[in-house]
């Protein structure tokens, strides 16, 4: 098995120590990074694929993450100066009035795996913490809005209404969360909405290579 292959086996299986050698190895090879990191975003759709139908949970997503995650620190100093390789920025957050973050945590890997810089707000962000968090860093593509409670779904709208209007563009907002359906993501005005944290990763990109 090439060792690029190696790699993206053990993404999906989470081996976490294994991953970052894999890559070196596969760089010494001759890989462009820009392959490997495919490689491993390729990894992580089938890890994506298998938690959206049931057959793993979050605990194997989130090894799945961190393999990728620990790989990617390999190749960060390949990829610097390589547009190809980077989306642009991606400002996430679960809205004001809602305090979980596995779910927001686990689409903020899986979406920096795919080739963006993540600026992750944490937890009750206001829709003006966002709007800062745009005028604040360079070439922000995507911004993901999260919500897990029902109760906060009003909250959700605003964030994309402010969002929306505020003057700035450039970017697309893509939202989801326990509650969140395709239609209400419609409803509100987001240019996406993800199920999961897998399908998170490919719809952003898809979104932003739109553009």
Do not use: W
């Amino acid at each position: 098995m090439a060792k690029i292959e190696e790699v993206k086996a053990n993404v999906e299986k989470g081996k976490t120590k294994l991953v970052p050698g894999l890559v070196q190895d596969a760089l010494d090879e001759g890989n462009p990074a820009g392959d490997i990191l495919q490689a491993m975003v390729e990894g992580m759709g089938v890890v994506g694929d298998r938690f959206s139908s049931g057959e793993i949970f979050v605990p194997e997503m989130l090894m799945a993450a961190k393999a990728m995650s620990k790989g990617v620190d390999v190749l960060k100093p390949h990829m610097a100066g390589s547009s190809s390789t980077s989306l642009g920025t991606c400002v996430i957050g679960t809205v004001k009035g809602d305090l979980h973050d596995i779910g927001k945590n686990l689409v903020a890997m899986m979406v920096e795996s795919a080739g963006f810089t993540m600026v992750d707000l944490g937890v009750d962000v206001p829709a003006e913490k966002f709007i800062d968090a745009i005028k604040a860093n360079e070439n922000v593509t995507l911004v993901a809005c999260s919500g897990l409670l029902t109760t906060t779904m009003p909250a959700l709208k605003d964030t994309v209404a402010t969002l929306k209007s505020c003057g700035l563009n450039g970017f697309k907002v893509i939202v989801g969360g326990a509650p969140v359906t395709e239609a209400f993501a419609d409803e509100i005005g987001a240019d996406g909405y993800a199920p999961d944290a897998g399908s998170a990763a490919v719809i952003a990109k898809d979104l932003v290579n739109a553009a």
